[in-house]
């Protein structure tokens, strides 16, 4: 067994923190040692072992039950936690959160479309074990626009991000919406509560107009 520097930080997020260690050498088994192993399912383990080879983890559980192979590199985390990636549900990364105030409405705009995969803060995520995001557009209107649903890893384009196979034609996230003081201003932005419920129930109806006339 190889033994490699122990890894730096106070959590291991399994696909995030390890996937970089293993780039160099995809054959080879890693073995991360010692750690608080918390599963996605049971109880938390502790003095864990989590073996992962060409990408994938093979195996989790106590270190007396994980056989470790020979050829294996061996990462030293004892005093570490190792647990499953976490999910942003409501970020900003990507360099891409500006908001157009010429309206409070707009359902045509995609965060997609002003997204740099190679932004720093995409690494930064990483780092803070964070391995999916839901992205979106800036503040301030009741419908910002399109979110875009991503899996954060190194990458030179957001094809390789994100989860939808076609970006022109896909759902590739959600719909960014506020309420309450955030998407209040002055016209034609909404002034009272009322007001900004009663713009989003009008493109609601449109909507469903549309819809039947699709339909019909």
């Known amino acids: 067994m190889t033994r490699a520097t122990p890894v730096a930080g106070v959590v291991v997020a399994t696909v995030a923190a390890l996937t970089p260690v293993l780039a160099s050498a995809q ?4 073995a991360f040692v010692g750690a608080r192993i918390i599963p996605i399912e049971g109880a938390a383990i502790e003095n864990g072992t989590l073996l992962v080879r060409a990408g994938t983890i093979t195996r989790v559980g106590e270190a007396d039950r994980v056989d470790v192979p020979d ?3 061996v990462h030293d985390v004892a005093g570490k ?3 499953p990636g976490l999910v942003d549900t409501h970020s900003h990364i990507g360099g891409g959160d500006g908001g157009d105030r010429s309206a409070p409405i707009h359902p045509s705009v995609r965060i997609l479309d002003a997204l740099d995969a190679r932004d720093d803060g995409i690494q930064r995520a ?6 999916t995001a839901n992205i979106m557009p800036g503040s301030g209107h009741l419908m910002s626009g399109q979110t875009v649903y991503v899996k954060l890893r190194d990458a030179g384009t957001i094809d390789e991000l994100v989860f939808c196979e076609d970006l022109t034609r896909d759902i590739c996230g959600g719909m960014k919406m506020a309420n309450g003081t955030n998407p209040r201003g002055d016209p034609p932005f909404p002034g009272t509560r009322a007001k ?4 989003v129930r009008e493109q609601y109806v449109k ?7 699709v339909e019909a």
């Not at 990483?126 to 391995?131: C, K, M, P, V």
């Not at 900004?196 to 713009?199: E, I, Q, R």
């Open 71 to 73: 050829d294996a590199v």
């Open 27 to 30: 054959d080879v088994p890693h």
């Open 126 to 131: 990483q780092a803070g074990g964070i391995t």
């Open 207 to 213: 909507a469903q107009e549309y819809r039947r006339k």
């Open 196 to 199: 900004a419920a009663a713009l």
């Open 81 to 83: 936690v190792i647990m």
